[in-house]
């Protein structure tokens, strides 16, 4: 399995778990606690560690999509060898890997959430799948109205994603309360598209307008870190981030910065099929807010 090839065995099993019961979350937390030490255990060590089954091993590597326990765990060693030669090009560490610790000192702490956050932007575009990608972007470059759903963090991302389209000249709206947001979303019909931003991909409130709008004719999108979520499963496309929050980081820079990738990706493959008439719709909104600057002698410009 090459670099350039790589298939992320533990971006994948990190999105997967949480909709994991019984052995088969038990062995999968085994393998995110420490991958290194997992990738030496024999099928029966692993399965005794996880107090599973030799079979339920098998169950899981044939879920992630390998033939069996010994091509997970090649596929598992190569996924380490990689990530420990991006880490160390990029000056990482072991260390980095690991949550925030009460006893870390200021500059342990910017080491931790800038190699956090920066992991998180290159494996959700090492995560994404262009197919899913080309068939969202002529979604919504043919939309006749977008609404896009997300409470909380991810609330950000779907105001961001509403902004971007509607600075190009396409209909958007952002909703971030249910309250607004399932009456609009009921409202959505053929030809319309919904796109609900949720990182753990069950939300109620996010899952249930993307339920409406959909029982109402209209196409829906999902963005997720949770392959396998409500949302995810709901929606008609969806694209995966790739962030880490544990429980000293929950609702963490990372989720977010991964979910505005995937907004500023979208946005563009839109643009670009919107060449000359997202570039005078650009134009034209700059020079409307142009006057509401500044100089730098504090008259207006």
Same mark, same amino acid.
């Given at each position: 399995m090459t670099a350039a090839g790589h298939e992320q065995v533990l971006t994948t099993l990190r999105a997967i778990a949480p909709g994991m019961q019984g052995a088969l979350r038990r062995i999968a937390d085994v393998m995110l606690t420490d991958p290194a030490a997992a990738a030496e255990l024999s099928i029966d060590r692993l399965a005794e560690a996880a107090d599973s089954s030799p079979a339920s091993v098998v169950r899981l590597a044939r879920d992630l999509g390998f033939s069996g326990y010994r091509e997970l765990r090649f596929a !598992?060693? %190569?996924? !380490?060898?990689? %990530? $420990? &030669?991006?880490? %160390? $090009?990029? &000056? &990482? $560490? %072991?260390?980095l890997h690991r949550d925030i610790d009460p006893t870390d000192s200021l500059d342990q702490v910017i080491a931790k959430i800038a190699f956090a956050d920066s992991r998180a932007v290159t494996e959700t575009c090492e995560r994404v799948d262009t197919g899913e990608l080309a068939a969202i972007t002529a979604l919504l470059s043919s939309a006749r109205r977008v609404a896009t759903f997300g409470v909380g963090a991810s609330a950000f991302a779907a105001t961001d994603l509403q902004q971007k389209l509607s600075r190009i000249g396409l209909w958007a709206a952002a909703y971030s309360d249910a309250h607004e947001g399932l009456p609009a979303a009921s409202l959505l019909g053929e030809g319309d598209v919904a796109v609900g931003i949720s990182h753990g991909g069950?939300?109620?409130? /996010? /899952?249930?307008? !993307?339920?409406?709008?959909q029982e109402a004719g209209a196409r829906t999108v999902a963005l997720s870190n949770t392959a396998g979520s409500p949302l995810v499963s709901l929606a008609d496309h969806a694209l995966l981030t790739a962030a880490q929050e544990s429980p000293f980081r929950s609702g963490a820079t990372a989720s977010r910065l991964a979910q505005l990738t995937l907004v500023d990706i979208i946005f563009v493959t839109v643009a670009q099929r919107h060449h000359e008439e997202a570039g005078r719709a650009l134009e034209r909104t700059r020079e409307a807010i142009a006057a509401r600057r500044l100089d730098r002698g504090g008259r207006r410009r």
């Open positions: !598992l060693r %190569a996924d !380490l060898a990689y %990530a $420990s &030669g991006r880490d %160390a $090009s990029n &000056g &990482g $560490s %072991a260390e069950d939300t109620i409130d /996010v /899952v249930d307008a !993307l339920r409406i709008a």
